[in-house]
């Protein structure tokens, strides 16, 4: 992504590979034409103000979009793009790696095995739980949701989805998935894998409440945002093992985990790379390149949010 503006533009790269402060951010937000962000970067008010005179586009690194006050950034007459599609089925894959490795306890079986500890098969060593038959119920069925559900073809799963907006019944039975009101789902789902936005509606999604309509063996896969789910209840569930575990990509005050949350042993916890393939990571690098270049050419990206 880089090398495609190189050559064209000044570049700068944080090289502190640490987050910038505010004002750091205002800073260059006031010196750029374009800016390159990422989920961490608050991409707030304050910081847009400050770059309203020359900033033209801020292309975020990200399908998601939650850093950015968006309605500044169309009053300022800023763009902002993101990287639609290119990482809807790597995101899956890593929601099935996730599903799998909490179910059969891969990390907890892994860790065994290196210690040594392996001193032959036994006839209840590691007992998980099946997936394959199983009903999985997806929350948010955007393009993420929708590459999950495909993948529960495969595992004969009985799928159910929640979202605002129902699909066509030719698009639910292509998926094999019909829609249930969250409670339903959340009463009947085996696994329940999280896909929405974090949108002031999603924030807390699953709240005590929710989480309480949850069977104790069922197991909760987030990969969309940490806020959508109370992250403290949740613990405290699963260390009272009223539902049976979780595997969690992101948190509600990412990097921090709620205390206690990485000494439960029902957990399977990741560093936010639903997008981390060598693949996905360098499409989206180029689409926000390209988006930069049709921005300062006097272009409307492709990739305007609110095209
Ligand atoms: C990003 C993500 O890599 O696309 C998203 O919304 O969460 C990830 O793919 C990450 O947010 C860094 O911006």
């Known amino acids: 992504g880089i090398d495609l503006l190189k050559g064209k533009y000044d570049i700068w790269v944080n090289p502190k590979d640490k987050l910038l402060t505010k004002e750091e951010l205002k800073e260059i937000a006031k ?26 586009i801020i292309a975020n690194y990200a399908v998601g979009y939650n850093n950015i006050d968006i309605q500044k950034a169309k009053e300022l007459g800023i763009y902002v793009t993101n990287t639609p599609d290119v990482l809807t089925e790597t995101t899956a894959d890593l929601a099935w790696a996730l599903m799998l490795a909490v179910a059969r306890r891969i990390v907890e079986s892994d860790n065994f095995t290196r210690e040594g500890k392996f001193d032959g098969w036994k006839p209840e060593l590691f007992l998980g739980t099946d997936v394959y038959g199983k009903t999985l119920g997806i929350i948010g069925f955007g393009s993420i949701g929708q590459a999950v559900a495909r993948r529960a073809i495969g595992f004969n799963m009985k799928v159910y989805y929640y979202q605002r907006h129902r699909l066509s019944s030719e698009k639910e039975k292509a998926l094999n998935a019909t829609y249930l009101p969250l409670d339903e789902l959340l009463k009947v789902s085996d696994y329940v894998s999280l896909h929405v936005p974090l949108i002031n509606e999603t924030y807390h999604m699953l709240n005590k409440e929710k989480l ?73 690098a180029q689409m926000v390149a390209k988006d930069i270049i049709q921005a300062l050419e006097g272009e409307t990206p492709e990739h305007l949010i609110w095209r």
Do not use: C, W
């Open 31 to 56: 010196a750029s034409d374009a800016l390159i962000t990422m989920l961490a970067d608050p991409i707030d008010k304050e910081v847009l103000e400050a770059g309203k005179d020359r900033l033209k």
């Open 212 to 284: 309480s309509l949850l069977k104790k063996s069922a197991f909760v896969i987030n990969t969309a945002r940490g806020p959508v789910i109370d992250e403290q209840v949740l613990y405290e569930k699963l260390k009272n093992k009223e539902i049976a575990g979780a595997a969690l990509d992101v948190y509600e005050n990412e990097p921090q985990l709620t205390p206690g949350l990485k000494d439960l042993d029902n957990v399977v916890l990741t560093p936010h790379i639903g997008s981390a393939s060598h693949e996905t990571r360098s499409r989206m």
